[in-house]
């Protein structure tokens, strides 16, 4: 199966700083990439999938990147509501679709 | 309003059993692939298990294959879940989710409870 990691696994960051999460496929996975985002205590929320297609409603302050093994999530402007865990997903060929281990984000 | 309510968590013995249920609304049910992801307390998002909208492909994770069991009713829009010789590692909460498109689990329920302790 293919395995799933994220970088780094937590960060701190100011309100207005730009933030980029990596996120390494163990096998090529073409863009069949997503990111969710899950707040504390919340349910995950869906942000972008095909690796960089910003889903309905998502502030386009978050955008995305990569194809094959490495990806990229960013937030271009920190902002307060932002601290949540991230977490990346492959969804390419048939499952297990795993997800990587989470990525912490809060405010410095 | 596209919903997805899951219940049937509870307290259960290693070894026992429980059966998850899902109920859609909102949306056409049959339309969709639709899956169930866990969260173990404090750790991150584990993918469970899919099944296709005819209930004609299923996948699992290893570590639940030959334990769990998932299917689907259309025609009451409900998802399920069946759990057995469950193991204290499988203590988590279970959501389901909707797979708007194959892997993309865009709508998500708010989660059922799962310990499994003596």
């Known amino acids: 199966d293919i395995q799933m990691t994220q970088s780094p696994s937590s960060l701190s960051a100011s309100v207005g700083d730009r933030v980029t999460i990596t996120c390494r496929a163990s096998?090529?996975?073409?863009?069949?990439l997503a990111w969710y985002q899950q707040k504390p205590g919340k349910v995950p929320k869906l942000l972008i999938y095909?690796?960089?297609t910003l889903q309905s409603g998502v502030p386009s302050r978050f955008s995305g990147s990569g194809s094959g093994t490495d990806f990229t999530l960013t937030i271009s402007s920190l902002q307060p509501e932002d601290v949540a865990t991230y977490y990346c997903?492959?969804?390419?060929?048939?499952?297990?679709?795993?997800f990587g281990p989470g990525t912490k984000v809060d405010i410095k | 309003e596209v919903q997805l309510v899951e219940s049937g968590g509870g307290l259960v013995q290693p070894g026992g059993s429980l059966r998850l249920s899902c109920a859609a609304s909102?949306?056409?049910?049959?339309?969709?692939?639709m899956s169930w992801v866990r969260q173990a307390p404090g750790k991150g998002l584990e993918w469970v298990a899919n099944?296709?909208?005819?209930?004609?492909?299923?996948y699992y994770v290893d570590s639940v294959k030959g334990r769990f069991t998932i299917s689907r009713d259309n025609a009451k829009n409900s998802l399920y879940l069946q759990m057995n010789s469950l193991r204290a590692e499988d203590t988590a909460v279970y959501y389901c989710?909707?797979?708007?498109?194959?892997?993309?689990?865009?709508?998500w329920g708010q989660g059922t409870t799962v310990t499994v302790s003596s």
């Open positions: 989710a909707r797979e708007g498109g194959r892997g993309i689990e865009d709508v």
């Open positions: 909102g949306f056409t049910f049959s339309s969709y692939w």
């Open positions: 099944i296709k909208q005819d209930g004609s492909e299923k």
């Open positions: 096998q090529g996975i073409s863009n069949y």
């Open positions: 095909a690796a960089s």
């Open positions: 997903q492959k969804y390419n060929s048939a499952p297990p679709f795993t």
